[in-house]
């Protein structure tokens, strides 16, 4: 065999084997990413990362308990590791791309799938008060969503709907969360009525969001990053959809993070975000430790020296 037919060979076989696309932003993606704290990233996996991922995923949902309250029929969280995810997250694009959108070392927490079912109207609208309510409130968190069917937003829904940062940010629901969280967790009945108030603020805040959301197309492939900042909700199926929606969410915070054990108990307790006075039932069950992973690092220190951190990219 030529040298020539040996390169096209070797090149053939490592795209076929690629997981991941390789991408550039430009100067204006980066700005805007900055600015709405989110970010549409088309192609980003190939067929082959694509099709790992949905077998990864339907392996977790499997496991997973039927939800019936009307919201995600299904939904795995606190998976940090296995063959194919350490596959994507070691793969040199895509620890690459996530370098050049955040511009700084990143620890990643977890994986979770969810699936969508026609007839579910999906979570309502949140923020990262427990999926990230464990690091300080400035400290950075980013969730990198891939759906796994194609997305329409008009035709068919089953999507997700997010309000830009600079629109309205949800930074002061992780400042006013810890402002709460010792008194709430010392004695909860002392401040219910400020918690009604919340609520009704919450309640008048919903009509302005829902005006200024916005809802993306996505092709198989494409994924969607975006800041614990970020208000979002899922987007129902419309009339027209005959299909269920899968999907997978990576979470990452940047590796300076602290531990913030008072206000995360606090949020996790309550469990429907202090700041929309709603308390919920965490989906999901288990301990203190569900989203947290960091269980050995003590308030206030840095979590990179956990024992549970695994993979800084």
């Not at 499997?62 to 590791?81: L, Y």
């Not at 010792?182 to 009509?207: F, G, M, R, T, V």
């Not at 899968?246 to 590796?255: I, K, Q, T």
């Not at 690092?297 to 840095?302: F, K, V």
């Amino acid at each position: 065999m030529s040298a020539s037919t040996e390169a096209i060979k070797n090149e053939v076989l490592a795209k076929e084997n690629k997981l991941v696309n390789q991408l550039h932003f430009t100067e204006e993606e980066l700005e805007n990413f900055k600015r709405d704290g989110f970010i549409r990233i088309k192609g980003l996996f190939t067929e082959k990362g694509i099709a790992g991922i949905r077998q990864q995923v339907e392996d977790w949902i499997a496991t997973d308990e039927v939800n019936n309250d009307g919201t995600i029929s299904r939904f795995t969280c606190r998976r940090n590791e296995g063959p194919f995810l350490n596959s994507v997250l070691n793969h040199a694009e895509f620890r690459h791309m996530m370098t050049q959108l955040t511009n700084r070392k990143l620890i990643f927490t977890e994986a979770q799938s969810f699936e969508l079912s026609k007839g579910g109207v999906g979570l309502p609208w949140h923020y990262a008060y427990i999926g990230m309510g464990y690091i300080r409130p400035a400290d950075l968190g980013y969730t990198l969503w891939t759906p796994l069917q194609a997305i329409n937003a008009k035709k068919s829904g089953g999507g997700m709907a997010y309000v830009p940062e600079n629109i309205h940010s949800a930074r002061y629901g992780f400042d006013l969360g810890s402002l709460l969280a010792p008194q709430y967790n010392k004695d909860p009945e002392s401040i219910e009525n400020h918690l009604k108030i919340l609520e009704e603020n919450h309640k008048a805040l919903i009509p302005f969001l829902e005006k200024n959301r916005i809802e993306d197309d996505f092709e198989v492939g494409d994924s969607f990053i975006f800041s614990k900042y970020v208000w979002h909700r899922s987007a129902p199926f419309l009339a027209e959809s005959k299909t269920r929606r899968l999907g997978l969410a990576l979470r990452f915070v940047d590796w300076n993070s602290r531990k913030e054990a008072v206000r995360w108990k606090a949020e996790y307790d309550f469990g429907g975000g202090l700041i929309t006075g709603q308390k919920k039932y965490v989906y999901g069950g288990g301990g203190e430790d569900r989203y947290a992973r960091f269980t050995d690092t003590p308030h206030g220190e840095e979590i990179k020296f956990s024992k549970e951190t695994k993979l800084i990219i």
